[in-house]
């Protein structure tokens, strides 16, 4: 048996979402004429409170277009220095888009309006204006936090006094959302535009939503194609993300008990901070002399549990809809026998 615990994004499609999937009434999404993707598209956009969204085949397609509608070549956007935006989509705003980037340092990637507000420029004759504050939620690598509603209702008010625009990579907002009982649509009229994931978490096997204005997402249309996202019949996967906002929402909160359960299993061993583990994600911190990550990586999978070297110092656990109590208890085993 083996337990992957390195991604909430490895699960597979349950019996009864291939059940809606095979059931799904198609048609030619470029024409606007699938009826599974319209449904999904008007339900996601109505849960967060705005006018419209886009089904795009990835987070990433997603988090690039919405910046991309608010900034222009040569401007910038303003994010934290581990938002998934820079770290793991390739340079996508700067090579698709000519948009340049600069980053602020935050504790976990926990949102603080002050310091966006100290690096947000104009721009003139030789600086760059920034045009778009980036914000995550949950945050990755700060190892799931969610961030606080008064930090970001802060962040609103410094884009609405430089009149520049946020875009939320909401990826795993579904998570915060379960976790701090803040509605979808308080979150969602903080943002200009928000991008959300189905296959994390929600446990669909591919798409996002990018979510705003009816005007935004018409602009956003065309740069989806551009980007060779559009897709014709694509009613069977928009199904499965159907199925999954109205069946695996609100059960994140078991994920999110599991990933408790592991990380006191280890808080004793100082491995992980109790404080940081506020969704599906767990931390663990490896100072010398232990094992560096990718060596604990290599002993866990050896015995049967997959897990992600995140840096040279940390590995992460993540929970999700196909790790069990009893997964759970084999992942303790194994890794409080690498570890201790």
């Not at 999937?21 to 999904?40: K, Q, T």
């Not at 490896?286 to 549990?305: F, I, K, N, Q």
Request: with cysteine.
């Amino acid at each position: 048996m083996t337990v992957d615990l390195r991604s909430d994004t490895v699960t597979k499609p349950s019996q009864a979402m291939r059940a809606a999937m095979a059931a799904a009434d198609v048609g030619d999404d470029v024409y606007g004429e699938d009826p599974e993707i319209n449904a999904l598209e008007a339900e996601a956009a109505a849960l967060f409170g705005h006018e419209a969204a886009l089904f795009v085949p990835t987070g990433t397609m997603g988090n690039q277009i919405g910046v991309a509608l608010h900034a222009a070549p040569g401007d910038e956007v303003l994010c934290d220095i581990g938002a998934h935006l820079l770290a793991y989509e390739r340079g996508g705003s700067a090579a698709f888009f000519g948009i340049t980037s600069r980053t602020i340092v935050t504790a976990d990637g926990i949102c603080d309006p002050a310091a966006y507000e100290a690096q947000v420029r104009e721009g003139d004759w030789h600086t760059v204006g920034t045009r778009v504050l980036q914000v995550e939620n949950t945050h990755n690598r700060g190892g799931g936090r969610v961030q606080p509603l008064a930090a970001l209702r802060g962040l609103r008010r410094v884009a609405d006094d430089a009149g520049i625009a946020v875009h939320c990579d909401g990826a795993r907002i579904w998570n915060a959302h379960v976790a701090s009982g803040v509605p979808l649509h308080a979150y969602g009229q903080l943002f200009d535009t928000v991008s959300v994931c189905l296959s994390k978490g929600l446990g669909a096997p591919v798409g996002s939503l990018l979510i705003s204005t009816a005007d935004r997402m018409g602009r956003a249309r065309v740069l989806r194609g551009r980007m060779g996202g559009a897709m014709r019949q694509a009613g069977v996967l928009a199904a499965a993300g159907r199925y999954a906002l109205k069946n695996n929402l609100e059960r994140l909160a078991q994920d999110h008990a599991r990933a408790r359960r592991l990380a006191d299993a280890l808080v004793p061993y100082g491995l992980v901070d109790p404080a940081q583990v506020q969704t599906n994600l767990v931390m663990i911190n490896l100072p010398a002399p232990r094992p560096d990550a990718a060596t604990v990586a290599r002993a866990a999978a050896e015995a049967g549990v997959l897990v992600s070297a995140m840096d040279e110092r940390r590995v992460r656990l993540v929970t999700h809809l196909d790790v069990s109590d009893d997964d759970v208890d084999v992942a303790i085993k194994v890794l409080t026998g690498i570890l201790t």
